[in-house]
């Protein structure tokens, strides 16, 4: 038996026999195939018409655009069968049959793919047309669109050369718009239009329908591979194997006079989500003048007076379609002379809001399950609610000048400065809003990012010093960005030819990863908005995934319990001593010589410290508070290598212009001591120290260090306890590798704690954990488990030791080739690595507790916040994710949207009939075939 290739939308049930469910209807028929014939199923006026599957779509591409036999033979089979029901014929002057060729994919993919209305019309046609209708204006108009659609869509012209004409004609006639132009107008027009298309292609407009629909058919499975439709794929993330469906449909005409009409309409506000129909409306015109804002459209509401019962009608099948397919719809009408049809039905584009708001509704309403509803949002959806947003309309008219990497949401304004110190006094001094603008950011640039509204940089990746500082601050950053020349002698930055100066302003996306010349309005969401309130509290409800914080600061802690956070999952305590008052103090303390130098320093950071974490334990008052000891690469704490090397040249300059002995001498001490700092900061100087003297390797090294943070984190516990806050303090090791390194540094907590209780006279509860951030640590981890009462996967470091690559440097370089060309499916940086570092995590998850059965085990590397990851964490058991403060509700969705699934709940698609009575259906149609054979 030849394979089908074609279905008649009467054909719906022989189209389910042979896929599964309602998504393989989709997947073969297309999104408006699988819609125009579940429409004509329910009863909704459809006009006659056929589906061409993404099946023959794929098989003509691997042909190199060449039309198997047998599809192109099926497809007149097709035309002939909607020849019979309609009572007319393809290209018969008698009784016409004109056609729709119209795309359609699985995926809504709006505009991106073509179109070609009113097939069948050519010179013999049009003439007979114009003695039934006795309406000549109608029949040309149609015409000439014909022409102009296959000029623009099959021959490829400029529709530029179209619209100049038809702009010279209103000029000649003297009227302002189309609907203007009479009968003789349009003749002319078609005639020209004709012309135009020999001139330009030097091939006729076909006379033959045939030969029109034919080329129509593979003009729509050619546009499947246009750039516009390869850059909306590659932007929505839908495959570029899927092909599209091409729909054959009978033409019903709007443009036939003042009784005739079309329009798109919601079936709810798109904006808000509100009741009632939302959309635009015109009379005398068809569906194209309403989409390509040509014309100025009405409301739909004005079609209430005009045509008060199709209007009536509208409305009730918009309900009905609703109820149907249990979403919002939007769905394209044309009312020929009174009599309403519909054109196309499928689940409406809406904001955030919208979103939100509609799937509350629809539980309200009966037509959702919570879980449902729960799935219906995305988590990026509810990330909306947490940045500022640009003014879309605004957004759109603004001068787009660079693009980077989106690592951090929401929109920011203000005046560009180029370095920490200038933004700080910008902002806090006077006033002033600013965008940090920078090659990359370092740990010294701390507060001028603070105090900034957003963060540029022209290198770095995800999870670079930039991106990292700015999510965990809610600061809308675009790392990456390639384009920008950052010139920091001169002040100013250049893209292309266009030069931006310090202290001009600029806008910036974080979520599109997008720079605008000039400042854009900014609208701010509502965290607050009952909708959304209602709908997280349902998640809550399903998740059992905890969700913790990455928290530095009692301010930072606040926020995330605001925003829901059960927990601290990672306090870096390094971040504390980047504050400017400290940073001296810290380097003066890794720069010593000598064991009395260094507890010098040690003992004026000590009451620094011990503040911070008091501050943390009140604002997380009964919630659990991982304290990492520190773990940042030791150069980041050394002074710049460089900066000391021309600090010191400059003194040996000075010197030989001095001319008193004070002055010499003065100089000369300075010089010493200016060589004896450059010596040391050689000598801690590493090659790689991101895989160099850091986390648990420092303190090996300096164990004063270690008992310092011991210390003040149980005497700032006791202290707390003494208030009455319910302290629940763990302690975290950073890059473990082997447990006698564990083991050694447990003893010197131990021997703190101990110390610390003796003294405060109470007992202070508290775990000891290690962080999982080198592949040997996960492993041995049944041999760590025996000395950590808690894992937590660092995974930025874990992704970074697995791959064997810099985290700071592979997204400017050849990761992003990489995932161009398919060599990875996704950036490893932003979502976990299942299939390899992902058997590290479940490997380390199984051994640990082998060991140790109630191992508490998180993460807390900036995959935490990613809803990918999230899902993989509740699939291995974690106890909890930690992410950045802003990303809390995020991460709280993704695990109750893992959570429901994995209970067997899915995104459920329209679901126009009951899959039980499918399934039986298909049972019977295939016990059928086997007693036939």
Known sequence: ?????????????????????????????????????????????????????????????????????????????????????????????????????????????????????????????????????????????????????????????????????????????????????????????????????????????????????????????????????????????????????????????????????????????????????????????????????????????????????????????????????????????????????????????????????????????????????????????????????????????????????????????????????????????????????????KPDDVHGMLAANGIVTSRGGRTSHAALVARQFGKPAVVGVESLEIDLGDREARVGDMTIREGSFISIDGHRGEVYLGSLPTVIPDIQDPWLTRLMEWADEFRTLEVWANADYAEDATRARKLGAQGIGLCRTEHMFFEEDRLPVMREMIMARNHIDRESALDRLLPLQRGDFEALFRAMDGLPVVVRLLDPPLHEFLPDHMELQRELSELKLKLQHLDTLREIDGTLEEIRAKQDFLDRTEELLETNPMLGTRGVRLAMLLPELTRMQSRALFQAAAQCIREGVDVKVEVMIPLVSDVNELKTQRQIVASEAAQVMDEEEREIPYKLGTMIEIPRAALMADVIAAEAEFFSFGTNDLTQTTFGISRDDAEAGFLMHYLEHGVLDENPFQTLDRKGMGRLMKMAVQLGRETRPDLEIGICGEHGGDPKSVEFCHELGLNYVSCSPFRVPIARFAAAQAAVQAAGWRAMPPAPRDPGDRATKKKKATAKQAAAS
């Open 1 to 441: 038996m030849a394979e089908k290739w074609v279905y008649l939308y009467s054909d719906l049930e022989e189209a389910e026999q042979r896929v599964d469910g309602w998504e393989g209807v989709r997947s073969l028929l297309g999104g408006k195939g699988a819609n125009l014939a579940e429409m004509t199923r329910i009863g909704v006026p459809v006009p006659p018409g056929f589906t061409v599957t993404t099946e023959a779509c794929i098989a003509y591409l691997a042909a190199d655009g060449r039309f198997p036999p047998e599809i192109w033979e099926q497809s007149l089979d097709a035309l002939r069968t909607i020849e019979k029901e309609t009572g007319k014929e393809f290209g018969n002057p008698e009784k016409p049959l004109l056609v729709s060729c119209r795309s359609g994919a699985k995926f809504s993919m709006p505009g991106m793919m073509d179109t070609i209305l009113n097939l069948g019309l050519n010179d013999e046609v049009a003439e007979g047309l114009v003695e039934l209708t006795g309406d000549p204006r109608f029949v040309y108009d149609s015409y000439r669109r014909l022409i102009q659609m296959f000029g623009t869509v099959v021959r490829e012209m400029d529709d530029g050369v179209f619209e100049e004409v038809i702009e010279q004609r209103r000029l000649e006639a003297g009227v302002a718009t189309d609907p203007e132009l009479g009968a003789d107008d349009w003749k002319a027009l078609t005639q020209r239009f004709k012309e135009l298309v020999k001139i330009h292609t030097r091939a006729p407009f076909p006379q033959d329908p045939v030969e029109q629909l034919k080329a129509a058919t593979e003009a729509v499975f050619e546009s499947w591979n246009t750039k516009r439709a390869m850059d909306y794929r590659n932007a929505s993330g839908i495959p570029h194997n899927l092909g599209t469906a091409v729909n054959i449909v009978t033409m019903v005409f709007g443009n036939m006079g003042e009784t005739s009409g079309t329009g798109v309409v919601m079936s709810r506000n798109p904006s808000n989500g509100e009741p009632g129909l939302a959309g635009d409306f015109l009379v005398n015109a068809q569906g194209e003048d309403v989409v390509a804002g040509t014309r100025q459209t009405f409301e739909i509401d004005a079609m209430a007076k005009r045509f008060p019962e199709a209007y009536q009608q509208l409305c009730d099948i918009a309900d009905k379609l609703e109820r149907h397919y249990r979403n919002m719809q939007d769905i394209e009408f044309t009312i020929e002379n009174g009599v309403l049809w519909l054109l196309q039905t499928r689940n409406g584009k809406r904001t955030a809001a919208a979103e939100v708001r509609i799937a509350i509704d629809m539980v309200d309403e009966g037509l959702l399950g919570r879980e449902e509803a729960v799935l219906r949002v995305s988590p990026e959806q509810v990330d909306f609610y947490l940045h500022p947003q640009f003014d879309e309309t605004a957004r759109k008219e603004a001068q787009l000048i660079a693009k980077g990497l989106n690592v951090s949401p929401g929109a920011a304004v203000g005046m560009v400065a180029f370095d920490a110190d200038t933004a700080e006094r910008w902002a806090r001094d006077e006033g002033k809003a600013v965008i940090m603008v920078r090659p990359e950011t």
